[in-house]
């Protein structure tokens, strides 16, 4: 997302609209983007530096660490902010400081069932024994025989 400095006016801009994803080649790592990104930011210039603040949201599609299938999740950035020095050029890329706040406020271990929409697979199977009863998550250890020296 490039920004024009000459185009943001004393009193400062508000810009709401959509981007292709800021994530890049980040595919390899088990996420790819669905659809743009979104954002709502006000821009500033003041004493040679650029500041912007606002809310950013990027859909995604992740896997679930329990089940492994693939789910789409929405990144919100609802505090983005941004204060940057002023060197040179017109023109200023913020996409890497939008690219770093969304990876920031991913998930650490994705479920398919965080917000409650969906049940996930690998949560029934773990609540539940063959018979439908409940089983314990420890019984393989409890037969466990050690041999103390």
Same mark, same amino acid.
């Given at each position: 997302m490039k920004i024009h400095l000459n185009q943001i006016p004393p009193e400062g801009l508000h810009l709401d609209g959509e981007e292709d994803c800021p994530l890049g080649d980040i /595919?390899? =790592?088990g996420i790819r983007c669905v659809g743009p990104m979104?954002?709502?930011l006000d821009l500033g210039v003041s004493d040679g530096a650029l500041w912007?603040?606002?809310?950013l949201a =990027? $859909? &995604?599609e992740l896997g679930c660490v329990a089940c492994l299938e693939k789910f789409e999740y929405e990144i919100k950035v609802p505090a @983005? %902010?941004?204060h940057t020095e002023l060197h040179g050029p !017109?023109? &200023?890329?913020? $996409?890497? @400081? &939008?690219? !770093?706040?969304?990876l920031l406020n991913l998930p650490p271990y994705p479920h398919c069932d965080?917000?409650?929409?969906? &049940?996930?697979? %690998?949560a029934k199977i773990e609540s539940t024994g +063959? +018979?439908?009863? /409940?089983k314990a998550d420890w019984s393989a250890l409890d037969k466990l025989k050690i041999e103390k020296r």
């Amino acid at each position: 997302m490039k920004i024009h400095l000459n185009q943001i006016p004393p009193e400062g801009l508000h810009l709401d609209g959509e981007e292709d994803c800021p994530l890049g080649d980040i /595919a390899a =790592q088990g996420i790819r983007c669905v659809g743009p990104m979104r954002y709502s930011l006000d821009l500033g210039v003041s004493d040679g530096a650029l500041w912007a603040n606002g809310t950013l949201a =990027q $859909t &995604v599609e992740l896997g679930c660490v329990a089940c492994l299938e693939k789910f789409e999740y929405e990144i919100k950035v609802p505090a @983005f %902010a941004l204060h940057t020095e002023l060197h040179g050029p !017109e023109n &200023v890329d913020i $996409t890497p @400081f &939008v690219r !770093e706040d969304i990876l920031l406020n991913l998930p650490p271990y994705p479920h398919c069932d965080r917000d409650g929409g969906r &049940v996930c697979k %690998a949560a029934k199977i773990e609540s539940t024994g +063959d +018979d439908g009863t /409940a089983k314990a998550d420890w019984s393989a250890l409890d037969k466990l025989k050690i041999e103390k020296r």
